[in-house]
Structures are given as C-alpha cells and as structure tokens.
C-alpha cells in the first residue's frame, strides 16, 4: 500500500547538512498508520505504542521525492503491528521501519 511521500527541502537538514532522520521517521510513521488505518472496524481505534526506523542510505540533494509503502503484518483485537519501506523515484531504499499499535474501542 502506499500512502505517504515527500520531497525534502532545506528546513529538512540537520546541522551537518543532511536530510534529518525525523523527517524521515515521520513519513514512515504516517505510512504505517495509514496502514494499520485499513484494518480497523468502526468504533476501533490506534495509536502508536513502539516505532522503529533504519536508516539505510542518505537522501541526497538529487533526489527529488521519495515514497513510503507500508503493509500490515497483523491485526488482532489488542495490537496491530506493521512495516515500511521509503523508496526513491528509482526503487532505490532509503529507509525501513516497523510499527506497534494499541487497538482499542472509540469511546462514544
């Protein structure tokens, strides 16, 4: 599934000068919840109880945008755990993460 991308620019740099690892966290995160989002019923609900992220190759100044594709693993009654990926225009990774969720009913 994807469901998340971006294009970094230069409020994105850390103080070396490269793309800052939280920008890459966010797109990530918001990609595993977006996926976990498909899967709950209505009245469920999520929220993020662990985030893991490997950065895996720098995002140069060349690359124009990037693309994150998530998936769930699994969905159960109390947790939901799902992966990503952040792709470059040409199938380069640049990033992987994984993500555990609380489900939980919607309180009405």
Do not use: G
């Given at each position: 599934m994807r469901c998340s991308g971006g294009a970094p620019g230069p409020d994105h740099l850390n103080p070396m000068g490269g793309i800052h690892g939280g920008w890459y966290a966010t797109l990530l995160d918001s990609a595993l919840g977006c996926a976990v989002h498909t899967m709950m019923p209505p009245g469920r609900g999520y929220t993020t109880a662990e985030l893991g992220?490997?950065?895996?190759?720098?995002?140069g100044s060349k690359v124009q945008r990037v693309r994150a594709e998530a998936k769930v693993v699994h969905c159960g009654r109390q947790l939901a755990t799902a992966e990503a990926r952040l792709y470059g225009p040409d199938g380069t990774l640049y990033a992987h993460g994984t993500t555990t969720c609380l489900v939980f009913e919607l309180k009405r």
């Open positions: 992220i490997n950065l895996v190759k720098a995002i």
